[in-house]
């Protein structure tokens, strides 16, 4: 039995309820961007509605912390890490928009090709820099061209940030939970000052850089003390239902009177400017905490949880290309336009396009794997 207590074992391996729970997350991300934010204010209307869900968004970053190699150094962990991070978001940045771009022409959208590549130079960068956060200048918004299919990758600029951050500072305060949870706050606290007192979008979203290096530090600190495991396979054991009861009661309360109204891409995160970014972190844990006990239960349910748990594995997978696949396939159905990602008015037939969308990509990883393994095999009889 796992307990909550300071471990040491391998966390190399997969955690059943977590692929759960990343399957469901990234469901609810495709259906944001395809069904919600697109359809003219609706999606401000659902998130309210789904504010758990929405606040437990940054759980994704936590995870990321909790998986944190401590025995490979920093120069180790950013080359296994953060390196392949970078090459993987310039990389499909500039393909990615390239080919939507040739795609678009084919079909007989009219495209500045003049402006293509300043267009992803400002993707990869980053919209709106240096333009003020609190102001009606601030146009990061708005999309470049019909063309653009990387607009979620704003996560992936404020992961690299932040893990750079991280990656400097956790050897030095994760084996004292004293120097943990100071340094925490004094992370959070550097984004809430700025966002007070400067309030200008950095490139790369580096605003938000500190906060993000606080949810990998509380990741990395939960791992010290396997929470994940213990969530997992505790609930045999009554503590675990007075932890879950706790965490129920106070991931709703934080839900209902500090919601986090969540938009990292603009830096909104609560009604109290940058101040609110306290409560957004306290909010966001417990809301992701609840959902990780919840994916546990789900992860008790046959063939629901198959899905969720395969959809999971492969969700960084889904998060990339979503948008990219999305617009391949109604592009020459529909009038895609900067006003609009997807001119969709029928909310089924959103909905259905998230499906072929997580469908098609699925089909696209196991292609890939397939032709991986035959060549790995063809290798090996050659040698």
């Known amino acids: 039995m796992i307990s909550i207590t300071e471990g040491k074992e391998e966390r190399s391996g997969r955690i059943r309820s977590l692929d759960v729970l990343k ?22 209307y659902n998130r309210s509605l789904g504010e758990l869900f929405y606040a437990a968004l940054p759980m994704f970053i936590v995870i990321t912390g909790y998986f944190y190699r401590p025995d490979r150094g920093i120069l180790e962990n950013i080359k296994r890490r953060l390196v392949p991070m970078i090459i993987m978001f310039v990389l499909l940045t500039i393909s990615l928009n390239l080919i939507m771009c040739g795609y678009m022409m084919l079909l007989g959208y009219s495209i500045d090709t003049g402006a ?8 990869l960068i980053g919209k709106g820099c240096f333009e003020d956060l609190y102001g009606m200048v601030f146009e990061g918004e708005m999309i470049l061209g019909p063309y653009e299919v990387t607009y979620p990758f704003y996560f ?3 992961l690299i940030v932040g893990y750079l951050i991280f990656i400097f500072l956790v050897d030095y305060v994760i ?11 004094a992370l959070v606290s550097c984004t809430v000052l700025y966002m007070e007192f400067i309030h200008l979008q950095l490139p790369m979203l580096a605003q938000l850089g500190p906060l993000v290096a606080a949810f990998l530090l509380i990741g990395a600190f939960m791992a010290r003390y396997n929470v994940v495991q213990y969530i997992e396979t505790g609930y045999h054991e009554k503590r675990y239902w007075i932890y879950f009861a706790l965490t129920l009661v106070t991931a709703l309360a934080m839900a209902i009177l500090l919601p986090t109204h969540m938009s990292l891409i603009y830096s909104e995160f609560g009604a109290y400017g940058g101040w ?4 957004f972190v306290t909010t966001s844990l417990s809301c992701g905490i609840l959902l990780m006990f919840l994916a546990v239960f789900v992860s008790k349910v046959r063939y629901v949880s198959d899905v969720l748990e395969k959809i999971g594995r492969d969700c960084v997978w889904i998060f ?4 990219f696949i999305a617009k391949l396939l109604i592009a020459p ?5 900067t006003d609009r990602w997807f001119p969709i008015d029928s909310i089924p037939v959103a909905i259905v396009l998230v499906v072929l969308t997580i469908i098609v990509i699925m089909i696209l990883i196991e ?16 040698l």
């Open 23 to 44: 399957g469901a997350a990234i469901i609810g991300v495709v259906m944001a961007h395809i069904v919600l934010v697109p359809n003219e204010g609706e999606g401000q």
């Open 367 to 382: 292609l890939n794997r397939l032709a991986l393994s035959r060549i790995k095999g063809s290798d090996q009889q050659t």
């Open 333 to 337: 159905f529909v009038t895609i336009s």
């Open 156 to 158: 992936f600029q404020i």
């Open 175 to 185: 084996t004292d939970w004293r120097k943990t949870l100071v340094a925490a706050i």
């Open 276 to 279: 609110s970014a306290y409560s």
């Open 116 to 123: 293509i590549m300043g267009n992803i130079g400002q993707m």
């Open 320 to 323: 990339l290309l979503h948008m």
